[in-house]
């Protein structure tokens, strides 16, 4: 069992930054991939990006690659999302997520994660 709490969510004007990190609890973290889904009002949960038990994977999806950066720290129990150069198409729900599959690459449909935070809000102004 694992819960995971997220924050830094905000309002940005596009062209900024903003970092988005997962709290985790348990002892199993570090046996996870993890990954960033958002979601939209009125569109499906969307894969982000996602990065392996050991930090040596990591996948992005096609629009924010070159833009966002995954990162985790097994010690801390710690995932972060680093956004930069937002744009508002980036709005939505952004969600944190666990699959507890211990392999070396990462999965983009959400149904294989197994735990979620409730998620933050992520704006982006025109």
């Known amino acids: 069992q694992v819960q995971l709490v997220e924050s830094g969510g905000g309002l940005v004007q596009a062209g900024g930054s903003l970092r988005l990190s997962c709290a985790a609890s348990?002892?199993?973290?570090?046996?996870?991939?993890m990954g960033w889904f958002r979601q939209a009002p009125g569109k499906e949960r969307e894969f982000v990006a996602a990065?392996?038990?050991?930090?040596?994977?990591?996948y992005y999806r096609e629009s924010v690659r070159g833009r966002f950066t995954i990162a985790r720290d097994n010690a801390k129990n710690t995932l972060d999302l680093q956004m930069n150069s937002l744009k508002p198409e980036d709005t939505a729900v952004y969600y944190c997520?666990?699959?507890?599959?211990?392999?070396?690459?990462?999965?983009?449909?959400?149904?294989?994660?197994?735990?979620w935070g409730q998620g933050t809000q992520v704006t982006v102004s025109s």
């Open positions: 990065i392996n038990w050991r930090g040596s994977t990591t």
């Open positions: 348990g002892r199993t973290f570090s046996n996870y991939t």
């Open positions: 997520a666990a699959d507890t599959g211990r392999m070396e690459w990462v999965r983009t449909y959400y149904r294989d994660y197994d735990y």
